[in-house]
Nanobody, 129 residues
Framework: VQLQASGGGLLQAGGSLRLSCAASGFSLDLKYYAIGWFRQAPGKEREGLACNNFMGGQLYYSDSAKGRFTVSRDNTKNTAYLQMDGLRPDDTAIHYC?????????????????????WGQGTLVTVSS
């Protein structure tokens, strides 16, 4: 089972991107999983951006994402999305999606990266000034 993150690219500051996260071959029914979005910039640790819990509830946004990023899902397509608006050069990173059904991966107060065990390969977002 593998998640596939896509939608990254190169753009100027202030622009928008929508990242997608799909389970390969519909082998993972994402509506029963918490979906987390993370990023890792060169030389930095992986950080959590946002997540939503089973059936799309319990949204969480990090301070970096709040007000600019929006998580959503389309269960008919078994796909999750991260809409990113107002992108800045410090958003430049490889962005990942991940899934967990442990029940502890996502809540209003935060997300636990250690709880996620299905990971996508990541998609690169580069924002120029």
């Amino acid at each position: 089972v593998q998640l596939q993150a896509s939608g990254g690219g190169l753009l100027q500051a202030g622009g928008s991107l929508r990242l997608s996260c799909a389970a390969s071959g519909f082998s993972l029914d994402l509506k029963y999983y918490a979906i987390g979005w993370f990023r890792q910039a060169p030389g930095k640790e992986r950080e959590g951006l946002a997540c939503n819990n089973f059936m799309g509830g319990q949204l969480y946004y990090s301070d970096s994402a709040k007000g600019r990023f929006t998580v959503s899902r389309d269960n008919t397509k078994n796909t999750a999305y991260l809409q990113m608006d107002g992108l800045r050069p410090d958003d430049t990173a490889i962005h990942y999606c991940a899934a967990t059904d442990t029940g502890y991966g996502c809540h209003k107060g935060g997300q636990r990266i250690s709880e996620y065990y299905h990971w996508g390969q990541g998609t690169l977002v580069t924002v120029s000034s």
